[in-house]
């Protein structure tokens, strides 16, 4: 492993921006003293969160620019030259931080990264990649909104990507990848998943088939493939289901005196219930395929969460994730050209 | 409203057969006195039933075979045309009953729906319809599996088909209509679902525009049109997270003593949050753009789930659904031709 490890942070990006990217690099480097930061903003507004000066291991580096939430990508691939955003991921491309983090705008993100990095070799197209819980365990899935025409070839990198990320990460031997599909018999699956199976089958990674979208939640494979649309799709309905969940248990709790005290009550044993649930604790996903560490934090990510994505790219940093992405995609699909 | 109705049902279907549909079917005689029911099966099986006799208003209608849950839908369609399946299909098109319910194979009764019924004019294909609850109501969703490769035409279909059911059903004279999409800028949509949604908007109902994942759960809409693939697994998604969110919550009141009393004392409020969320009373899904009303069961639905079903089949012959949505395809796409 690695010891030292350095992570550019958006500071501008996301709902909220420096006030809750600043706490959380604080938290982060008290609990990690491998780690260094870099807070990419503008300069003279991060300085004023320090009025005795930087603490250890933090600096600035100034962006006079920032990538709005809802801006277009390509707008700001050619404008923003000297966004928070490009600076953090130019950091990333000079070598001088091994990778960075950003709450902005996903596709800014993808496109910034995707013309800044460039994909590695054997890969067309990166991918997110994000945690979810699950009943045993969590469940990587892939992708998630980067890519919404994805052909059979581009599903078959993903789950290369995905079953050697986990490996990586989890030291995990071979964990095992599912391609995500529907359950009726022979209007099974459309094409470009059929014919994906296919060519994931013939891969040298451990590919268990077919699943279905209440895989995502039972731990019963370590990485679920699909395509973007409909990744995205299962996990912003997981979110309103959650979410709607969560308020009618509120509700529930709320009707009377009765239900209060019972709420009160069982306030242990709900917020047991909520911490095994709680997002912010997978929040940070991956873009994988880029030659460089970019991970995703959610845009309304708060103190806690976005520290977690902060952790999430240290991991992948000591864990070597990129170089051992990068021998895979290399073995798999040479070996698949020269087949 | 039609006050009398007439409705099939496939006793054989579904993973418990008429150990479910024969105690489903007699609440739902008891509380609906303009219902007559029909059981189609195994004629010996199902008398074995009713030692005192057939019970007023029910009838055993002898069906040789059944369909497997797992057989494929063509070999059911050409070999079983005794099944209790097709013989319940074919009591709709015979006009013997007004509707029938299935909780047999999917694939199945879609294919053998739409041999014998045939799609009406206007509509390449049908759809599964069924209905989420919501924060606030419930949203309709549609496809839910039946058609994995979908045209921006079918989509249009599934827009109008999904507007007039919820309509005729809830009474509502308006109700609003998403077309499922991803959230990012630019990268947003595939190219079916852009031009879905220009069909969409130049149709007469009242389309809001693009929806997503979480919208399912909002009730911010009434109805929400995505292909059945994406239907398919953000339903699937729904299902594995709300059961381990139920596992984890038995699991956090189980805990130790102090969560266990605290889960007794709380127990009319878990009652209360099952009770809105509880899947059986949204059971019955409907197959839309057939000439007869066609309702699939959950195939492991129990004795409630299964009478929702059967009244989901009831209230769409009360409300004349058929009827209104042909008027209502006919007038949209021949609108369409003319123009």
Chains 1, 2 share one sequence.
Do not use: W
């Not at 990419?40 to 250890?56: H, I, M, Q, Y």
């Not at 070839?153 to 990320?165: I, P, R, T, W």
């Not at 005196?257 to 911490?275: S, Y």
Request: hydrophobic share 45%; net charge neutral; proline share 4%.
């Amino acid at each position: 492993m690695n010891s030292r490890c350095v992570v550019a942070l958006d500071a501008m990006g996301g709902d909220h921006g420096p006030g809750v990217v600043i706490p959380a690099a604080l938290d982060a480097l008290q609990s990690s003293p491998q780690l260094s930061l870099v807070l990419v903003g503008e300069e003279s507004l991060l300085r004023g969160f320090f009025a005795d000066g930087l603490p250890e291991r933090l600096t600035i580096r100034h962006a006079s620019e920032k990538v709005e939430m809802h801006e277009s990508p390509s707008k700001a691939l050619r404008s923003k030259k000297d966004s928070s955003m490009r600076v953090a991921i130019d950091l990333v491309k000079e070598g001088v931080a091994d990778a960075c983090v950003s709450a902005g705008n996903t596709g800014a993100l993808m496109a910034i990264a995707k013309f800044v990095l460039k994909t590695i070799p054997g890969i067309d197209r990166p991918a997110i990649i994000a945690t979810v819980p699950a009943l045993k365990g969590h469940t990587h899935v892939l992708d998630l909104g980067a890519n919404v025409d994805c052909t059979a070839e581009h599903l078959c990198q993903f789950a290369v990507m995905g079953y050697e990320l986990v490996r990586s990460l989890e030291g995990k031997d071979n964990p095992s990848v599912g391609l995500l599909n529907i359950g009726e018999e022979e209007i099974k699956g459309n094409e470009q998943v059929k014919r994906a199976a296919k060519l994931i089958a013939e891969s040298p990674i451990n590919f268990v088939g077919y699943v279905e979208g209440n895989d995502l939640y039972t731990g019963n494979v370590d990485v679920v493939v699909t395509d973007g649309f409909v990744g995205n799709v299962a996990l912003k309905t997981s979110e309103g289901l959650a979410k709607m969940i969560l308020q009618i248990i509120r509700e529930s709790f709320g009707r009377n005196v009765f239900t209060k005290l019972a709420g009160f009550l069982a306030m242990p044993a709900l917020r047991a219930f909520r911490g095994r649930i709680d997002p912010r604790k997978y929040n940070g996903a991956s873009l994988v395929g880029l030659r460089g560490i970019v991970v995703k934090s959610h845009g309304n990510a708060d103190r806690i969460a976005f520290r977690h994505a902060i952790e999430t790219a240290q991991r992948e940093v000591e864990h070597a994730v990129l170089h051992r992405i990068g021998e895979r995609v290399a073995e798999v699909f040479a070996a698949a050209e020269s087949a």
